[in-house]
């Protein structure tokens, strides 16, 4: 069982930046590759980026390519998105998540496929 617990989420203006941080609270995190999924009112959830339970590969969704960075410090049980030059369209609830995974470099893009899902924080960008 993993518990996970966002936070950072705020207001900022368009080109600002926010740092989302995501703390895990259970055994073995470093077993699990993480990934960050974003939902705007009215549009499905969709994938953001991940990082594999390694920390050495991670893939970024296009929209966020080259503004966002994910990072993870397994001894700290945390993982963080760092978001830049923020577009009103990044405006969403922000959600971590854990898949349990056996290969170190495997991840997933799937939200159907993680296994524990924060409770999401909320990014408003105003233009």
């Known amino acids: 069982q993993v518990q996970l617990v966002e936070s950072g989420g705020g207001l900022v203006q368009a080109g600002g930046s926010l740092r989302l941080s995501c703390a895990a609270a259970?055994?073995?995190?470093?077993?699990?590759?993480m990934g960050w999924f974003r939902q705007a009112p009215g549009k499905e959830r969709e994938f953001v980026t991940v990082n594999s339970r390694s920390g050495g590969v991670t893939y970024y969704a296009d929209s966020v390519k080259g503004r966002f960075t994910i990072s993870r410090d397994n001894a700290k049980n945390t993982v963080s998105l760092q978001m830049n030059s923020l577009k009103p369209e990044d405006t969403a609830t922000y959600y971590c998540?854990?898949?349990?995974?056996?290969?170190?470099?495997?991840?997933?893009?799937?939200?159907?496929?993680?296994?524990?899902w924060g409770q999401g924080t909320q990014v408003t960008v105003s233009s």
């Open positions: 259970g055994r073995s995190f470093s077993s699990y590759a």
């Open positions: 998540a854990a898949k349990r995974v056996l290969p170190a470099g495997s991840y997933s893009l799937r939200e159907g496929e993680y296994d524990y």
